[in-house]
C-alpha cells in the first residue's frame, strides 16, 4: 500500500524500442489533460529524444515534461538504482505540487525490463502487432505480471500479418486474466479502454486499495559485449 495515497499515482510505461511508448503517453496526456493534472519523466539512454518529441507534440506544458539520461541499459535506471528517476518525479511533483498523475517512459528495451514498485505505483507493458504475432506467448516479467498489457498499433495487423485477436487471446493467456487493451490511436473505442483502465486504477490507488506489485526480476540474460545481469538480489519495497 502506498505510504502516501495523496500524492500523485505514478505509472511506468515499459516495452520494446519502437512500440508506441511515447505515442501512448501522448495519447493519454492529450486525452486526460482536461481532468487530470500531469507531468511525464522520460528515460533514454544517451538524449533527451523522447522528452523532446512530447514537448513538440504539444500535449503538455514543456516544463511538465524532464528527462533522464541514463547512461546505462534502460532497466539500470527503472530497477536497479531508481535514484534518478525517484528525483526527476519528485522534482515534478514538488514543482507543480499537486499533480494527479506521474508517467514514466522507460527506454526501449527487450522483454525483460520492468520497473521497480520503489519508482511506480503501477505499470504498462506495450507491445505492437509489427513485433511478430508470437511476441505475446513468448512471456517474460511485463507481459505475464504488468498491470495492463497494451497490443499496440493494431490499425497495422493487415499490413503486417498479424491476426490481432489471436495476439489479444494469447496475451491474455500469458497473462492469466490481467487485462489486456489491442490499442490503435486511430480507433476510438480501443483508446476509451486505456483511459477507461487508468481511470479504474486510479481510483483504486485514491481509495488506497491499490496495492503496487512487482511483475518480478528479469531473467538472467547476457549483453553482446560479454556483461551478463541476474538480478538476484531484486526484492519488492515501499517507497514514500
Ligand atoms: N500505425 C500506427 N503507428 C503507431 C501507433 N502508435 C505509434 N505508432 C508509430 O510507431 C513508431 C514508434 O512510436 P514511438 O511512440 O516513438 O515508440 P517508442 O516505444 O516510444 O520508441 P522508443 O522510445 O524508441 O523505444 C512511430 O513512428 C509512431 O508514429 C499506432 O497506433 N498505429
Known amino acids: 500500500m502506498p505510504e502516501n495515497p495523496t500524492r500523485s499515482f505514478r505509472l511506468g510505461v515499459a516495452g520494446p524500442v519502437g512500440t508506441g511508448k511515447s505515442s501512448l503517453i501522448a495519447l493519454l496526456c492529450s486525452r486526460l489533460r482536461e481532468e487530470l493534472r500531469i507531468g511525464v519523466v522520460t528515460n533514454d539512454i544517451y538524449t533527451d529524444e523522447d522528452a523532446r518529441f512530447l514537448r513538440s507534440a504539444g500535449v503538455l506544458e514543456p516544463e511538465r515534461i524532464r528527462a533522464v539520461e541514463t547512461g546505462a541499459c534502460p532497466h539500470t535506471a527503472i530497477r536497479d538504482d531508481v535514484t534518478m ?12 505540487d499537486p499533480l494527479d498523475l506521474v508517467l514514466v517512459e522507460s527506454g526501449g528495451d527487450n522483454l525483460t525490463a520492468t520497473f521497480s514498485p520503489a519508482l511506480v505505483d503501477a505499470q504498462i507493458f506495450v507491445l505492437d502487432v509489427a513485433g511478430g504475432g508470437d511476441v505475446a506467448r513468448k512471456g517474460g516479467p511485463g507481459i505475464a505480471r504488468a498491470d495492463l498489457l497494451v497490443v499496440n498499433k493494431t490499425d497495422l495487423g493487415p499490413y503486417v500479418g ?10 491474455t493467456a500469458a497473462r492469466g486474466g490481467r487485462p489486456v487493451v489491442a490499442l490503435s490511436r486511430t480507433d476510438e473505442a ?17 481509495g488506497g486499495r ?3 506489485s512487482d511483475p518480478g526480476p528479469m531473467a538472467p540474460h547476457f549483453h553482446a559485449d560479454g556483461t551478463s545481469h541476474t538480478h538476484e538480489h531484486d526484492h519488492p519495497h515501499t517507497h514514500a
Do not use: C, K, Q
Not at 528517476?85 to 507543480?96: I, Q, R, S, T
Not at 498479424?162 to 496475451?171: G, K
Open 162 to 171: 498479424v491476426d490481432v485477436e489471436r495476439m489479444r487471446a494469447d496475451a
Open 210 to 212: 491499490h496495492e503496487p
Open 85 to 96: 528517476n525517484l528525483l526527476a518525479v519528485e522534482d515534478l511533483e514538488a514543482d507543480f
Open 190 to 206: 480501443s483508446i476509451a479502454d486505456l483511459t477507461g483502465w487508468l481511470r479504474g486504477v486510479l481510483a483504486e490507488f485514491r
